[in-house]
């Protein structure tokens, strides 16, 4: 079965600086997609990045974006320019290319950014 | 804008009540999840449906069942609520396997206490 483990339950960062959340996760998959989602304090989670496996190339999203390294199965995210509102959990998933569309969560990293 | 709605924010039970949670969404997704969101320990499969009336057990679905009479609709059931499914619960939907990988989309959660 797939894991997802996430290292750092806390991290804090200053606003306007970078930050990296830390992903690994387990499998003997080939082909699969990872997933950063974003949970504001009372408020929905948010997709805030996807990488397909089989792409080289690291996904990128505005501030974000990620350092995808397969052979070693780390999946982690960068946010550049942090802002007030990047404050959230963060949540690493995996999905796998065949069966079901079932994600596999990490535990979360609360992050939070300081004035 | 395409959603996914939770019938409730937040819910007070008695322990012995059955608690029924709705979840409906407007994109004609053929997947839908519930899990429950416990910190320290993240986001945990109660049970999937892939089609309707069809549905699949997930990590831990003791003491729960669910309805999916109408594709938009998958509902939480717990038969006999108890003070350890206080949680919050997350609807999330998902476009058909063979469609890439896109992710869920979440609701905005139901903080459920049992009392």
């Known amino acids: 079965a797939q894991t997802v483990t996430q290292s750092q339950p806390e991290m804090s960062v200053q606003e306007a600086e970078t930050v990296t959340l830390s992903c690994t996760y387990d499998?003997?998959?080939?082909?699969?997609?990872l997933f950063w989602y974003k949970q504001p304090p009372s408020r929905q989670m948010i997709l805030v990045i996807r990488?397909?496996?089989?792409?080289?190339q690291n996904a990128t999203e505005n501030r974000f974006s990620v350092n995808f390294q397969k052979a070693a199965k780390s999946f982690s995210l960068k946010i550049s320019d942090s802002q007030l509102g990047d404050t959230a959990m963060y949540f690493c998933?995996?999905?796998?290319?065949?069966?079901?569309?079932?994600?596999?969560f990490g535990k979360g990293t609360k992050l939070t950014v300081n004035p | 804008d395409v959603k996914v709605t939770q019938s409730s924010r937040y819910l007070v039970k008695r322990t012995g009540e059955k608690v029924f949670l709705e979840c409906v969404q407007d994109?004609?997704?053929?997947?839908m999840f519930w899990y429950r969101q416990d910190p320290g320990l993240g986001l945990r499969l109660i049970y999937f449906?892939?089609?309707?009336?069809?549905?699949e057990k997930g990590d831990i679905p003791e003491g729960y069942s669910v309805s999916r009479e109408k594709k938009e609709r998958f509902s939480l059931i717990l038969e006999s609520a108890s003070t350890n499914q206080t949680s919050m619960y997350l609807c999330?939907?998902?476009?058909?396997?063979?469609?890439?990988?896109?992710?869920?989309?979440f609701g905005s959660g139901t903080r459920l206490t049992v009392v």
């Open positions: 998933a995996f999905s796998s290319q065949g069966g079901s569309e079932k994600l596999v």
């Open positions: 449906s892939y089609d309707v009336k069809m549905k």
């Open positions: 999330a939907s998902a476009r058909m396997r063979g469609q890439g990988s896109y992710g869920y989309t």
């Open positions: 990488q397909e496996a089989y792409k080289q």
């Open positions: 994109m004609d997704h053929e997947n």
């Open positions: 499998t003997s998959e080939n082909n699969y997609y």
